[in-house]
């Protein structure tokens, strides 16, 4: 990644910066040399947290992110990722987020319906996202981010 959040926010590419795409792309080895979406959430969670008020920067940039999606396999498993990097994260405590931040509380009934919407997507294309053959089924995956906090079934929004 040559580009950081601070560059994604100076240029207005807070959504590249989330997807990995461009300057923003994140490669790791574990991802079979697809975009790692933890790589750059924890890069603007870390940009966040020098900021006042980082949590409602987070939601904020967030709903930026989430504004841009299309019903696109990439896009709908960019969300499916950073949602589970949110999760995560939160999960451990890390950064500034705490286990009584819920980032989907935070967003409108449309926001959350998009999200329904690109969960829906997401199963019903999983096959579309590189190498999808060797993961798990996305179900499957959900439940990991379920057992880190998500106290909801995104698929049913």
């Known amino acids: 990644m040559k580009g950081d959040f601070e560059q994604a926010i100076d240029n207005n590419e807070i959504s590249a910066f989330l997807k990995g ?3 923003y792309f994140s490669p790791e080895e574990g991802c ?7 790589i750059n959430f924890m890069g603007m969670m870390g940009y966040l947290k020098k900021q006042e008020h980082p949590y409602q920067l987070l939601v904020k940039c967030f709903r930026l992110y989430l504004s841009t999606l299309k019903e696109d396999p990439l896009d709908a498993w960019s969300l499916f990722n950073n949602i589970a990097c949110f999760y995560t994260l939160r999960q ?3 950064y500034f987020l705490t286990q009584n931040d819920y980032l989907i509380d935070e967003l409108t009934a449309e926001e959350k319906k998009k999200i329904g919407i ?3 997507y997401l199963r019903d294309n999983f096959d579309k ?3 999808a053959a060797n ?3 996305i179900e499957k995956q959900f439940g990991f981010t379920r ?3 998500c106290r909801y079934d995104l698929f049913c929004f």
């Not at 079979?32 to 933890?38: D, K, S, W």
């Open 92 to 94: 451990d405590n890390s």
């Open 21 to 23: 795409e461009g300057d």
């Open 147 to 149: 057992k880190n906090g």
């Open 129 to 131: 996202v590189p190498d």
């Open 118 to 120: 690109l969960y829906r």
């Open 32 to 38: 079979m040399g697809y975009h790692n979406e933890m």
């Open 135 to 137: 993961m798990f089924p």
